[in-house]
């Protein structure tokens, strides 16, 4: 079992829609990122957080530390939403981080 | 906020020569750096580990000759690959961090193609 495991793996959507991607992790972070890849590869990062929730623009993330779940939030999608979102976690026992397999969002004009 | 920037962002070589990927912390004084490599549809794995001013650890499977990593400064880290095949092409991105309190930052990735 993965010990980030991302959900849905693929999402497709209608513009305007409210978007979700969920993160599940079972080892012991001291923080969360998510990160969104592009379809050239670039690597842009989101967020990090440690507790509570963040909000840049139409994005939001929350974490809850006691479920060991964050999620990501897109308000109004846009087609420029398009890409693969991506959480990871830096674990406590090593410092390392560990990345989820992503979720690839596909928002339809 | 803390920034990375890594050059180049695309690179294509040929074949046995040698590509130096640079990871430049801008505002930070960054004192451990991953790099991480992505195949097609794969996620992100760790290849290594450094710490400034000593040697890098590297992952299970990740050929330290072939992979050369530098931490010479708190600012500069650089991964070279060496004697480039074709089965290097991937993306390769690097993180860099300050400290526990602080996360990791990371850079927006290099695409190498090798032909």
């Known amino acids: 079992k993965n010990e980030v495991e991302q959900s849905p793996q693929n999402l497709t959507a209608q513009e305007g829609e409210f978007i979700t991607i969920n993160c599940s992790y079972s080892v012991g972070i001291s923080a969360l990122h998510w990160l969104q890849q592009h379809p050239g590869g670039g690597i842009v990062s989101l967020f990090m957080l440690s507790s509570g929730k963040k909000k840049h623009g139409r994005l939001i993330a929350t974490i809850n530390i006691q479920e060991k779940h964050s999620s990501l939030h897109i308000t109004a999608s846009h087609p420029r939403d398009s890409a693969v979102y991506i959480c990871a976690v830096r674990a406590n026992r090593d410092d390392k981080i560990i990345f989820g397999k992503g979720t690839r969002l596909h928002i339809l004009p | 906020g803390a920034v990375v920037s890594q050059h180049p962002s695309r690179v294509i070589c040929k074949s046995g020569t040698s590509v130096k990927i640079e990871c430049r912390s801008l505002?930070?004084?960054?004192?451990?750096m991953f790099w991480y490599r992505q195949f097609p549809k794969q996620s992100l794995m760790l290849m290594a580990t450094?710490?400034?001013?000593?040697?890098?650890?590297?992952e299970q499977g990740v050929e330290k000759d072939k992979f050369l990593i530098n931490h010479a400064s708190l600012t500069l880290s650089t991964l070279t690959v060496t004697s480039a095949h074709p089965e290097d092409s991937s993306f390769y991105i690097c993180?860099?961090?300050?400290?526990?309190?602080?996360?990791?930052?990371f850079g927006s990735g290099t695409r190498l193609t090798v032909v």
């Open positions: 993180s860099a961090g300050s400290g526990r309190a602080y996360g990791y930052t």
């Open positions: 450094s710490n400034e001013g000593s040697k890098a650890t590297y």
């Open positions: 505002d930070f004084q960054a004192t451990t």
